[in-house]
């Protein structure tokens, strides 16, 4: 009887501990880019101040700071997107995980 119980209580745990690794997921994923993004506008900003001790003229440190801008839109784009896709890619796993459940719980399949 105990046994029965401790299956049934792992079998209804199931979903939840699916819900709870599709988070992990996600938030890993979400983490690894972050870290990426940080590391590509500390990147830029080095190179950026690097070329500034160049610059002769304010033409020159113009040109660099609007280059520099549209690097950093483009990589935080780039972030935007990606941090789009985990979280759409988590929605759809929770969204069918909430299916899968519903389906189990009513026979339907």
Do not use: H
Not at 69 to 91: F, G, M, S, V
């Amino acid at each position: 009887m105990f046994q029965d119980m401790t299956k049934q209580m792992t079998e209804s745990m199931a979903p939840f501990r699916e819900l709870v690794n599709i988070q992990t997921k996600m938030l890993e994923e979400l983490t690894r880019q972050q870290m990426e993004c940080t590391k590509a506008c500390i990147e830029a900003t080095m190179q950026q101040t690097s070329e500034l001790q160049k610059c002769k003229s304010p033409n020159d440190m113009l040109e660099l700071q609007q280059a520099y801008a549209k690097e950093l839109e483009q990589t935080l784009r780039a972030a935007n997107e990606q941090n789009l896709k985990a979280l759409t890619a988590a929605q759809q796993a929770m969204q069918q995980l909430a299916q899968d459940s519903v389906e189990a719980v009513t026979g339907k399949k």
